[in-house]
């Protein structure tokens, strides 16, 4: 015992008395700071030998070039692939001086519908300005179908159209011109952020969304009802600024938004494809999202009393407003009558309060303390309106209902260390809603949940959480909105009493560096108990596996395994009575994939990278009714995804990079598949049908770096 204690006694003092050797012959050479060159020596020429040289310009630039079998219009979701062949750019440029100074640009898909690009300059810990561009191309279906065309904010039919109350009238192709609907979402952001102070900091940001093209739409005449292509063109700009003040223990912040919602289209007209119900009705409207303002005022503070122990409060105050011009309640010049006013003047004023405390009271114990106060107070009038139900019915007068609601939550924590590795935590909350001008005023959800962590050893570690929580709602009130009465044993799913139970685990297992497992798995169960009709319960499995391999440097696989099971039980009733039949809902999803990684090939100048994965989903339907019990057909998809990906350093500045893709997506919905245009009476289609493809891609690219 003694031998071991002294060997490092030992160690370090051969190790001081080389030191001072060392030190004695740099003083004797006038190399230190105690010789006779001392006068000669000056610090701020001298230069670290192995401190990293940052080069002032840094700049790389990859060419692409892509290739794809045949033009999907689904797979230039998100990418911007859409042509058959693509050439595009990305690249990085950065600048650093020794004064902090930088200039950095980094940009991608530079060519294609999916370009992204950021740019910012500043000094460091100083000031930064920045720029940035971001494309989003969302396409959902291609080879539709539609009569309509887009003639001055008026869809219109062709001057041939078979007028008819019978939708199977409507089967001539040659009255349909091609459609596909799909949005470009485009973002412009400018930043500016100052933290020369250790204390003070600002920041502000400005971006623009623009958001253009063509969704799918529907407007019902009574029994009829059409699907329209629904132009769009909107902006959202958003303003944003904050200061904060940051000294030892102390945290305050004030920052202010805004945002503007901008619709180019605040309606839409239409012509009416089936014989007019009555004189005049030969067109219809559409009220479209209107323009509305936003404002967010937050006031932050928190106080750090101990090392983990702290309180929190903050307050955010919004005010958003609506001034947007009323659509006329029809544009049949037989009915039409006043408006009460010419817009909403719609105000909404809303107050957030959250006050926070987390205390430590030593290793061991610690508590967590958390209440929030939520409010939506409606200040806009209400108004006397004469809605327009259809061409043959105008409402009474009926008023508007400008609710309003607050919602009061608490939560208490206590967390428990008995010893090194193991953590358990056990919590309560309570949630009480109350609300207005709707038919359940008060609901009150709470319940306790519990969590618990283990390290077992270095290589086992255990994660386990479940949680129980009770809502309990006000006996509903009757409300007449729009002359229509709801069944009074209907209960809306997220208002309803409720008694939901989740449970949560997790293993990992880590053998080595190189050996990674985990398995976990999540259940939830959501009983409707007081719901005669509207939703009865809702259940949720899920299950996943995760394994990965790293030997050496050289070489990685990884592979995961999901799979989900999502059922449901609703009660409906074709009149006022009692349940008259039950849904059944059943979801399964299936998701597994596989990546592997081989580097250093080839001297060092060739890595290999290989993955595939695939999700594979069903929904299955069954009615359950006094007459008996039948199945809807099965609604699936799969998708598939396959990737090899090559990197070959040619040189110290260039690489050269060659990667092909596979990608196959099936499904099939019963509700879309075959319903044609004239295949339903009552009912003008896209004649669409669910998304299927297969598409291979092929990119190859050279990299420079400067």
């Not at 600024?241 to 945290?251: H, I, T, V």
């Not at 006031?299 to 750090?304: D, I, K, P, V």
């Not at 001297?603 to 339907?621: G, Q």
């Amino acid at each position: 015992m003694n031998k071991i204690i002294c060997i490092p006694k030992i160690t370090v003092l051969i190790m001081s008395a080389l030191m001072l050797t060392c030190l004695s012959q740099a003083r004797a050479q006038g190399l230190g700071f105690e010789g006779d060159k001392r006068a000669e020596v000056k610090l701020e020429d001298w230069q670290c030998e192995y401190c990293p040289k940052p080069e002032v310009w840094d700049m790389s630039l990859a060419v692409h070039f892509g290739v794809t079998d045949e033009e999907v219009y689904r797979f230039a979701n998100y990418t911007g692939l859409d042509r058959q062949s693509q050439l595009f750019f990305s690249g990085d440029i950065k600048m650093q001086t020794e004064d902090g100074h930088y200039w950095s640009t980094h940009f991608r898909n530079l060519g294609l519908d999916s370009l992204a690009l950021d740019s910012a300059y500043g000094k460091q810990g100083s000031y930064r300005l920045g720029v940035d561009y971001l494309a989003i191309p969302v396409r959902k279906y291609a080879h539709l179908l539609t009569p309509y065309s887009n003639k001055g904010g008026m869809l219109q039919l062709p001057g041939d159209w078979p007028t008819s109350a019978d939708a199977r009238d409507f089967a001539d192709l040659s009255l349909y011109r091609p459609l596909a609907t799909g949005t470009d979402w485009k973002r412009l952001g400018l930043e500016l952020s100052l933290n020369e102070d250790d204390d003070f900091s600002f920041d502000s940001r400005y971006q623009r969304w623009h958001k253009t093209g063509t969704l799918e739409y529907s407007a019902a005449q009574l029994l009829n009802a059409s699907y329209l292509p629904l132009p769009v063109d909107q902006t959202i700009q958003d303003l944003s600024a904050s200061m904060s003040y940051n000294r030892e223990s102390w945290l305050l912040s004030l920052s202010a938004a805004f945002s503007r919602f901008d619709n180019e289209l605040d309606s839409l007209r239409f012509a009416n494809p089936y014989e007019p119900l009555a004189a005049g009705a030969d067109s219809g409207q559409l009220a479209l999202a209107p323009d509305n303002n936003a404002l967010k005022l937050t006031l932050h503070g928190q106080y750090r009393y101990a090392r983990d122990s702290f309180v929190k409060l903050n307050y955010v105050f919004g005010k958003l407003t609506q001034d947007q011009a009323f659509v006329p309640y029809t544009d049949n010049a037989n009915l039409l009558t006043a408006l009460p006013q010419t817009d909403l003047e719609g105000k909404v004023n809303t107050s957030d309060l959250t006050a926070q405390l987390n205390h430590r009271w030593d290793r061991a114990w610690a508590v967590r303390i958390k209440y929030r106060y939520r409010e939506r107070d409606n200040k806009t009038a209400p108004l006397l309106l004469r809605p327009v139900i259809s061409d043959l019915y105008v409402a009474d007068a009926l008023m508007t209902l400008p609710y309003d609601y607050s919602t009061r939550s608490a939560s208490a924590t206590l967390e428990y260390r008995p010893m090194a590795g193991h953590l358990l935590n056990l919590g309560y909350k309570n949630e009480e809603k109350e609300r207005n001008l709707q038919a359940v005023h008060n609901t009150n959800e709470a319940g306790f949940n519990a969590n618990y962590a283990a390290t077992f050893s270095p290589e086992w570690m255990l994660k386990l959480s479940g949680e129980r929580l009770n809502r309990d709602s006000s006996t509903p009130e009757r409300l007449d909105f729009l002359g229509v009465e709801e069944n009074p044993l209907m209960r809306r799913f997220n208002v309803a009493d409720r008694q939901q139970d989740s449970a949560r685990l997790q293993l990992f297992y880590t053998p080595s560096e190189q050996v990674s497992a985990t398995v976990s798995g999540q259940y939830s169960h959501q009983d409707y108990v007081a719901s005669e009709l509207g939703l009865k319960d809702n259940k949720l499995h899920n299950a996943n596996l995760d394994l990965s391999w790293h030997p050496n440097e050289t070489f990685d696989i990884s592979l995961f395994l999901q799979q989900e099971d999502i059922k449901t039980r609703l009660a409906g009733s074709d009149d006022f009575s009692g349940p008259r039949w039950q849904a059944r809902n059943q979801d399964k999803i299936t998701s597994y994939g596989i990546s592997l990684a081989l580097r250093k090939l080839l001297d060092d100048k060739l890595s290999l990278f290989i993955n595939f994965d695939r999700a594979d989903a069903h929904t299955y339907i069954r009615l359950d009714q006094a007459g008996g019990s039948d199945a809807l057909p099965t609604i699936a998809s799969l998708w598939s995804h396959g990737e090899l990906k090559m990197l070959y350093q040619y040189s110290t500045h260039t690489e050269l990079s060659f990667s092909y893709q596979y990608q196959a997506f099936d499904s099939a919905d019963f509700a879309i598949d075959g319903v044609t245009p004239g295949s339903l009476p009552n009912l003008l289609t896209f004649g669409t049908s669910s998304n299927n493809y297969n598409v291979s891609y092929g990119l190859v690219s050279v990299g420079y770096k400067f």
